[in-house]
């Protein structure tokens, strides 16, 4: 594999079957969406296997300098790999969800897939600043569109507020990153990432990238913009709105706030624990009382993202792989969960929880993939849930317990949503006649729902094999961060053991004469 | 192949063929491959404990595979098998290959005996999983596992909503244990840097003097890991505050009961304190609430055992005080006699349950005892199983001669109390005695209900059902409704001038693959006390170090006063009397109590309104604050004053805002092309 761009040829690949999906028929542009993306995919996959675990940081580097100081760059460490890994699993499903549910205009709603698939593996890959940016803002058009086209009743509203939110962030994080290339002489991602940028200059431009950042998790009280653009979107564009696109947030703090401004990124820790905090009672809560089923799951995804973003200010290795773990997770987790939303959807065209019912008697296989996410949702140890979560949450729980507590309460709140879904959806009599008519899963959504349980399984159980690539990054990061890393608040004091059990008995008053 | 290997994987590889195949391959062949699974896995467990008790076999750790990595934060699959996993193994095999054997009885005609027989095969590997456990994160897994379970099989008969409800009630009330328990392994990980149950108990007693903040207390280090991992027994072990799962959980079929909320799960947490035993005697504290609430919920539980109505409910209330039993042993240091009283009662309690799910079966799903009546001669084997079930968990014996299973077992818990000699451990012996008598009470109150009497069965709907509608009636899968003992209003106690009170029904036995399951337990609750005392209770060298072993206190117990040896005896004979006098000689004191003790009787029966005050405080303001959150925090607040209130202003500014709103994707994209633009410019000057 030496010296093949394969990076380029990964968004080579899309793109060129976007630009096709353009010019065909219907039927076509679905065939050639699904060759394209499955190609990819297949390139995804000699792209891990060919990538060295304890090799150099950055792999498969390419670069071609434009002009002035910008320059196509590309290349990706272990985090990168991993999450271009989930965009490109997931796209071939997204094609596979959007092939008898999508009616009109379908040449162009591939290639506007096609295209965002590009953007995302651009976005994970750059190693410029300003590529970066370009791909990162860009990546969101074609969601734009999937949304503003495709999109349910109200879907102008919805990408309406998703612009609103995301341009506030976009217009600030690039100015800072204005000042950054100025001040650093240079918009190359790996040499900023170790630049010490000035301790109070860190402090506005934290913020600046903060704002883009905590749109895209998104963070409480950002977050209004989900619910809406999951309700109205598309299946296909749900699960990638979720599988990847509020991945970029935490990829942005991992590749940018954390290491560029560490000293910035601890003093501010407090602010991310505090919305975080709120953002697992509060819309757990929310979710709780939800009748729109996809309206529930996206409130459970900001109540997950909440999670992630407390382990990766927690400022230890455990933090920040169980945050990687967990945003790898519930991309596909929450991905898979949209995809049974989409199932029965394409069936009743309704998305309210009360319409359905019972269907674990005419769908017992739906029920048993629901049944699987909710679990994985849920954090059940066995599933990749589990061990996001927990290593996340031990991770904060070493820098400060009450975070750790209030985040865990999430695992409760959790459970009590989603099995109530669950239950309102799956158990229960057939109350509704159309919804006990709906037959059981096809063929093409076995072919959809299968390979992302089989994931969910592997990374539960065996994690090592996500957990190896990123080691070595996250050991960098840990490393780059210790300085500024704050206090655990155990404050862990030694003491005079006692000399003897708490139980010890001395023969003398072994008589059982009363207490002693 | 190491045998553990095969007694761990087998019930996995057998649930996943049966569940996976389900109506593939069918039911004959989902059954026999899970049971075959079982009986193989029971099998070989014996030889492992008694290769322990016969001193030949040492404990060992079998690496399975790597797990998690991270940092200093390691674990991986592996299974521990020494004499504390032994005994478990062989409860939870025996008990398990038992019920799977009853089920093909008792599940006969249900049309999902596949799923039910994966279901009851996953369980067992679960718990499997967590009692092989040498790290306390796959003890989680095991944990949660059979939490899973448990929730798909209360919920099996998913069609009657109170199963769904049962269900996730079950699932979100363990949760809130659970999230003590993942806060102790957390802790456990920040104070000793590793999960490793072996490491942590080495290194327990170095620390025992440190003190750590938690949440802004200063604590002293052990007692509050230790309380946190007790949060997690409370909730799996239904103890008093997170015990109101485990009633509602008979809603699952009767060998699930005798099965997970009898035999097995619910005691994970008693096995979680012994295997963690020299952790525990680090942290008095900790053990002095575990004592508290051992003692509180054995006699909170015994005393709504004896108003409820529902036959499985009275056993359910009774596991839970035999649990309270269990916890106070381990409380005051006695970890052998509490995994005694695990091992008795796993064998007389799922007989119980199985022999109440034999008088269901014949009672055509009849529950309430207040339908039941005269049925000795009826379904006379049933009857014996259930008389030596009983005879067990009141403790009969005679001292020195010989006593069924309970006998040996609760009398040693509460010798130990006594000579342990603290306020504490008096609390608890006290507790314990008043329950021991409730215990014989509620006891005999159901045989003399169910097996003695005239037969009262003319007024129940079942039965009614069963005579008009014939005994193969399709519904009898899913009972369409098992309403609560305490709200069927519409029952009226009958009256002894009908007729017979059979309403021309005829109960029969159970089949042969019923009967056998509660043969073999009632050799166990009649033998298992006499046969294995000595190794529970002084086997210092069977247990071979797997629990913190504490020689002065057996050696305490063995030499209390005589009357408190013969307290559990005296206690028992005054339940039974009490029993016997308020439900054979005079069968109307009952009512006349509850007219005269109205109030007391009311709040005995409504469990002393833990449902309804848990549903006050935390359930109706759960979905309160939801809906608050949502209308006045997201739409009232964030969005009028965020998106909505911008759009506002655009729309009242000038016109030329309009037109940037309605082509905003394009805007957008022109924004940022502007700032490219913009960006470009600013590098090339």
């Known amino acids: 594999m030496e010296g093949l761009p394969i990076l380029s040829l990964m968004m080579l690949v899309p793109l060129a079957g976007a630009l096709a999906c353009l010019f065909v028929g219907a039927n076509l542009a679905r065939w050639v969406a699904l060759g394209a993306t499955l190609a990819t995919f297949g390139l995804g996959i000699i792209l891990w296997s060919s990538y060295q675990i304890g090799g150099p940081q950055w792999q498969f580097t390419e670069r071609a300098d434009l002009f002035a100081g910008f320059s196509y760059a590309l290349g990706i460490d272990g985090i990168s790999l991993l999450l271009i890994m989930l965009s490109v699993f997931l796209m071939p499903i997204c094609i596979l969800a959007s092939w008898d549910a999508i009616k009109k205009r379908v040449g162009e709603y591939m290639a506007a897939f096609l295209f965002m698939e590009v953007l995302m593996i651009g976005t994970f890959a750059a190693q410029d600043l300003f590529l970066f940016y370009v791909f990162f803002e860009a990546g969101l058009i074609p969601m734009y569109l999937i949304i503003g086209v495709w999109g349910g009743d109200n879907r102008i509203y919805a990408s309406y507020k998703f612009f609103l939110y995301t341009l506030l962030g976009s217009v600030l994080m690039l100015i800072a990153m204005f000042w950054m290339v100025a001040e650093a002489g240079t918009s190359d991602i790996p040499t900023l990432m170790q630049y010490d940028f000035p301790a109070e200059a860190q402090t506005w431009l934290w913020l600046a990238f903060f704002a883009s950042f905590a749109v895209k998790v998104p963070m409480w009280p950002l977050h209004t913009w989900l619910p809406d653009a999951h309700v109205q979107a598309p299946t296909a564009g749900s699960v990638i709105l979720a599988g990847v696109l509020l991945k970029l947030g935490g990829y942005g703090f991992i590749r940018f706030s954390l290491p560029m401004f560490p000293e910035a990124s601890a003093d501010f820790a407090w602010l991310v624990f505090i919305l975080s905090m709120i953002a697992v009672v509060y819309t757990s809560l929310v979710a709780l009382v939800q009748a729109d089923m996809k309206k529930l799951i996206a409130y459970s995804s900001v109540a997950h993202m909440a999670i992630v973003t407390v382990g990766l200010f927690a400022f230890n290795v455990q933090g920040l792989e169980g945050a990687v773990i967990i945003m790898l997770s519930h991309g596909l987790v929450s991905g898979a969960l949209f995809l049974c939303v989409g199932v029965i959807y394409d069936r009743l065209h309704t998305r309210e929880i009360a319409r359905y019912g019972g269907l674990a008697i005419n769908m017992p296989y739906y029920a048993l993939f629901f049944l699987l996410f909710t679990m994985a949702s849920i954090g059940l140890p066995g599933t990749s849930g589990f061990v996001g979560e927990f290593l996340a949450l031990a991770g904060i729980y070493q820098t400060s317990s009450l975070v750790a507590l209030v985040a865990t309460t999430g695992i409760i709140l959790g459970a009590a949503y989603m099995l109530y879904l669950y239950r309102r959806v799956a158990f229960g009599g057939q109350v509704n006649e159309d919804a006990a008519a709906m037959r059981d899963i096809s063929a093409r959504e076995w072919v959809m729902m299968a390979p992302i349980a089989a994931a969910v399984l592997w990374m539960g159980v065996y994690p090592e094999s996500f957990l190896a690539p990123m080691r070595a990054d996250i050991a960098v990061l840990d490393a780059r961060l210790a300085a500024t890393a704050p206090a655990s608040d155990a404050s862990l004091a030694p003491g005079a053991p006692r000399e003897e059990a708490a139980n010890a008995l001395h023969h003398d008053n072994a008589a059982g004469e009363g207490a002693h | 192949m190491h045998p553990i290997l095969i007694i761990v994987f087998a019930p996995l590889l057998a649930a996943l063929i049966a569940g996976l195949g389900n109506r593939m391959i069918g039911n004959v062949a989902a059954k026999s491959v899970t049971t075959g699974a079982l009986f193989l896995s029971a099998g070989l467990s014996w030889p492992i404990f008694l290769g322990f008790l016969g001193g030949d076999q040492n404990a060992e750790v079998i690496e399975v595979l790597k797990w998690v990595e991270s940092g200093s934060l390691n674990f991986d699959w592996s299974l521990r098998v020494d004499a504390l996993t032994a005994v478990m193994l062989v409860v939870i095999n025996s008990v398990s290959a038992l019920v799977h054997l009853y089920s093909w009885g008792y599940m006969e005609e249900d049309p999902d005996q596949p799923r039910f027989f994966a279901y009851l095969s996953l369980f067992t590997f679960a718990m499997l999983m967590l009692v092989t456990a040498d790290n306390l994160v796959q003890m989680f897994f095991g944990w949660e596992g059979v939490g899973l379970a448990s929730y798909l099989l209360i919920g099996f008969w998913f069609r009657k909503p109170s199963a769904g409800a049962a269900a996730i009630k079950a699932f979100v009330v363990n949760r809130v244990g659970d999230l003590g328990f993942m806060l102790g392994i957390f802790g456990t990980f920040l104070v000793f840097q590793t999960t490793s149950i072996t490491e942590i108990l080495a290194a327990a007693p170095a620390m025992s003097g440190s003190t750590i903040t938690f949440v802004g207390m200063r604590l002293y280090t052990m007692d509050i890991l230790c309380i946190l ?454 590098v090339l000057l």
């Open chain 2, 229 to 682: 991992l007790f949060i997690g027994a409370m909730g799996k072990s239904a103890q008093l505050g997170l015990h109101t799962w485990l009633p509602d959980a008979m809603e699952g079929p009767t060998p699930v009961s005798a099965l997970i909320h009898a035999a097995t799960m619910v005691t994970a947490g008693v096995f979680m304190l012994c295997r963690l035993s020299p952790m525990f005697e680090t942290a008095p504290t900790a053990l002095t609430i575990v004592t508290i609430v051992g003692a509180a919920t054995c006699f909170f539980a015994a005393t709504i055992g004896t108003t409820q109505w529902d036959i499985k409910r009275v056993i359910a209330y009774s596991t839970c005080s035999q649990l309270g039993y269990m916890f106070f042993a381990a409380g005051v240091g006695a970890y052998g006699v509490a995994m005694f009283h695990l091992f008795t009662h796993a064998f007389f309690k799922a007989l119980l349950f199985l022999g109440a799910g034999s008088v269901i079966h014949a009672m055509h799903h009849e529950q309430d005892m207040r339908y039941y009546g005269g049925l000795r001669k009826r379904i006379p084997l049933t009857f014996y199983a259930m008389l030596a079930g009983t005879l067990a968990i009141t403790g009969v014996g005679v001292l020195g001669v010989f006593g069924f299973a309970g006998f040996y077992s609760k009398d040693a818990i509460l010798e130990a109390a006594w000579a342990r000699g603290t306020g504490v451990s008096q609390f608890a012996f006290w507790a314990g005695a008043i329950a021991a008598l409730l215990t014989s009470f509620y006891s005999w109150r159901l045989m003399f209900l169910t097996f003695w009497g005239k037969p009262r069965w003319a007024l129940s709907e079942h039965i009614q059902h069963a005579v008009h509608h014939g005994h193969d009636d399709p519904d009898h899968a899913n009972p369409p409704k098992q309403e609560d003992a305490g709200h069927d209003a519409h029952h009226s106690v009958p009256s002894p001038h009908e007729d017979d009170g059979t309403a021309g029904y005829h109960p029969h036995e159970s089949p042969v693959a019923m009967l056998i399951p509660l043969g073999v337990l009632t050799l166990g609750a009649i033998f298992a006390g006499f046969a294995f005392k000595y190794d529970f209770i002084d086997g210092e060298a069977f247990w071979g170090g797997s629990i913190y072993f504490n020689e002065n206190l057996i050696h305490a117990l063995h030499v209390v006063p005589l009357w408190v040896k013969l307290t559990a005896t005296i206690v028992m004979l005054l339940g039974l009397a009490g029993a016997y006098f308020a439900y054979i000689a005079k069968p109307d004191i009952p009512g006349k109590f509850v007219a005269t003790f109205g109030a007391l009787h009311n709040f005995v029966y409504r469990k002393w309104y833990f449902d309804e005050l848990y549903d006050a405080i935390f359930v109706k303001p759960a979905f309160w604050f939801g809906r608050q959150f949502w209308k006045l925090g997201d739409i009232g607040t964030i969005d009028r004053f965020g998106p909505n209130g911008i759009a506002w202003v655009v729309e009242r500014s000038a016109g030329a805002a309009k037109s940037i709103q309605s082509g905003y994707v394009y805007t957008y994209a022109l924004i940022m092309l502007l700032g490219l633009v913009a960006a470009i410019t600013f």
